[in-house]
């Protein structure tokens, strides 16, 4: 979750984008005591759930699981106190390091911390990193490197979009899970 970043998104639905923090924390507070709460009491500056109505049936972990993505206008320690687990776009390896660092002093270790990787898979399994939109056009070897450093560094886990590729999806997705993840898919 996370409170967007595109003006013409927030000008589309009339919202003031420079609202976005406040309106991403009163969302968190509304959808926390809706799949928490029975018949939930809750007003924010947008909506009023006056107790009439509940979300059935209820979680069974008590919440749905919520990252959120990037910072969302938030403190890390906000992040910390009220997520399930941190989602962050990709970001250069030093910067990760020291990023997830913080993550883990601001939640003792105990929640995940995530990335994003658009991965362009180079047929050439050799081929050398060529930076994309949030992410690499590389061969396999460059791939099992950066999952591996990524691993190092203390990413739970890694959300991959497939960028670029003209072949069947299926195709791309087996050779990733063989020749990256080694394992098939």
């Known amino acids: 979750m996370g409170t967007g970043d595109r003006p013409p998104e927030y000008a589309a639905f009339g919202v003031d984008r420079e609202a976005r923090g406040e309106r991403f924390r009163e969302s968190v507070r509304v959808l926390r005591a809706a799949w928490g709460e029975a018949f939930p009491e809750v007003g924010t500056s947008r909506c009023r759930l006056e107790g009439d109505l509940d979300v059935v049936p209820k979680p069974e972990t008590g919440t749905v699981p919520l990252l959120v993505t990037g910072r969302s206008r938030q403190s890390l320690e906000w992040i910390a106190e009220r997520g399930d687990g941190w ?79 003209d072949r069947p999806v299926r195709d791309v997705l087996e050779e990733f899970g063989t020749d990256v993840l080694g394992s098939s898919v």
């Open 87 to 165: 989602l962050n776009y990709q970001l250069p390896l030093d910067t990760l390091e020291a990023t997830v660092g913080d993550w883990r002093a601001a939640t003792a270790r105990c929640k995940p911390y995530a990335a994003t990787l658009a991965v362009h898979l180079d047929s050439d399994p050799t081929a050398d990193a060529t930076p994309i939109h949030q992410g690499f056009a590389a061969g396999a070897d460059w791939f099992r490197e950066r999952f591996a450093a990524l691993a190092d560094r203390g990413v739970d886990h890694v959300i991959v979009s497939f960028r670029g590729d």
